[in-house]
């Protein structure tokens, strides 16, 4: 079974530097049918204008990814982490028992586009976390790189999470079918981050996602754009 998630459809906060569109509810914008998807909870699809950013703000009992798809976003946190991230990382904080960051567009002439990604732990209070790592755009050309998972660096380098999900990101590559096999009882979300995409059959642009579950596989083509694949418990 398939559902699609239309771009068009999500909610949207618009306030100066900041355009926001969610796909699960969040902040001002609720729901009721729109939740989070498994311990999926958030993707925010974000621009900050030129310099513009959140100020120093808490979470706790969240595992919280940043992926950015132009730009660079500059990051400060509790635990002592000032830096930055661009295109070629993937950023992870587990909030735990409280952490407080700021993020801010590192550029003062040009926006930055990122996706920011709350996945629901599978336990409560544990010690707040950062970690960024390199996952070059040029090696997630036309494959799924696995950037998250429960497992972490044990299994392949991935980021480590309190949650059974694994995040997969890809760039895609004409004349190439991605195949992702789904184990029983499993679920996906994938969402398209930029250009258009196939999957299982279904035509998907920028911003667009679809939920598959009660499939043994995810199947991935396109031209152009990067997308985002969760495989979820």
Same mark, same amino acid.
């Given at each position: 079974?398939?559902?699609?998630?239309?771009?068009?459809?999500?909610?949207?906060?618009?306030?100066?530097?900041?355009?926001?569109?969610?796909? #699960?509810? #969040? @902040?001002?914008?609720?729901?009721?049918?729109?939740?989070? #998807?498994?311990?999926?909870?958030?993707?925010?699809?974000?621009?900050?204008?030129?310099?513009?950013? #959140?100020?120093?703000?808490?979470?706790?009992?969240?595992?919280?990814?940043?992926?950015?798809?132009?730009?660079? /976003?500059?990051?400060?946190?509790?635990?002592?982490?000032?830096?930055? /991230?661009?295109?070629?990382?993937?950023?992870?904080?587990?909030?735990?028992? @409280?952490?407080?960051?700021?993020?801010?567009?590192?550029?003062?002439?040009?926006?930055?586009?990122?996706?920011?990604?709350?996945?629901?732990?599978?336990?409560?209070?544990?010690?707040?976390?950062?970690?960024?790592?390199?996952?070059?755009?040029?090696?997630?050309? @036309?494959?799924?790189?696995?950037?998250?998972?429960?497992?972490?660096?044990?299994?392949?380098?991935?980021?480590?999470?309190?949650?059974?999900?694994?995040?997969?990101?890809?760039?895609?590559?004409?004349?190439?079918?991605?195949?992702?096999?789904?184990?029983?009882?499993?679920?996906?979300?994938?969402?398209?981050?930029?250009?258009?995409?196939?999957?299982?059959?279904?035509?998907?642009?920028?911003?667009?996602?679809?939920?598959?579950? @009660?499939?043994?596989?995810?199947?991935?083509?396109?031209?152009?754009?990067?997308?985002?694949?969760?495989?979820?418990?």
């Amino acid at each position: 079974m398939t559902t699609v998630r239309k771009a068009g459809e999500r909610g949207k906060t618009m306030m100066g530097w900041l355009q926001s569109w969610h796909t #699960f509810s #969040f @902040g001002n914008y609720y729901d009721s049918k729109q939740m989070g #998807f498994r311990s999926l909870r958030v993707i925010n699809d974000d621009i900050f204008g030129p310099g513009g950013g #959140f100020p120093t703000h808490p979470h706790e009992d969240m595992e919280i990814i940043t992926v950015v798809l132009d730009g660079a /976003l500059r990051h400060g946190d509790s635990l002592g982490h000032q830096q930055a /991230l661009t295109t070629d990382e993937v950023q992870r904080m587990s909030a735990g028992t @409280g952490i407080r960051h700021s993020e801010f567009n590192a550029s003062k002439a040009e926006p930055v586009h990122l996706l920011q990604i709350w996945i629901e732990p599978d336990e409560m209070g544990v010690k707040p976390a950062y970690d960024q790592k390199v996952f070059a755009a040029k090696d997630r050309i @036309g494959k799924l790189v696995r950037v998250a998972g429960r497992d972490g660096t044990q299994k392949d380098g991935a980021l480590q999470i309190h949650q059974d999900a694994d995040l997969y990101l890809s760039v895609l590559k004409p004349g190439t079918e991605l195949r992702h096999a789904l184990r029983k009882g499993r679920a996906a979300w994938v969402h398209i981050a930029t250009g258009e995409a196939t999957i299982n059959g279904q035509e998907l642009q920028a911003g667009d996602a679809i939920a598959i579950e @009660g499939e043994p596989e995810i199947t991935v083509a396109g031209d152009t754009g990067q997308v985002l694949v969760f495989d979820l418990a």
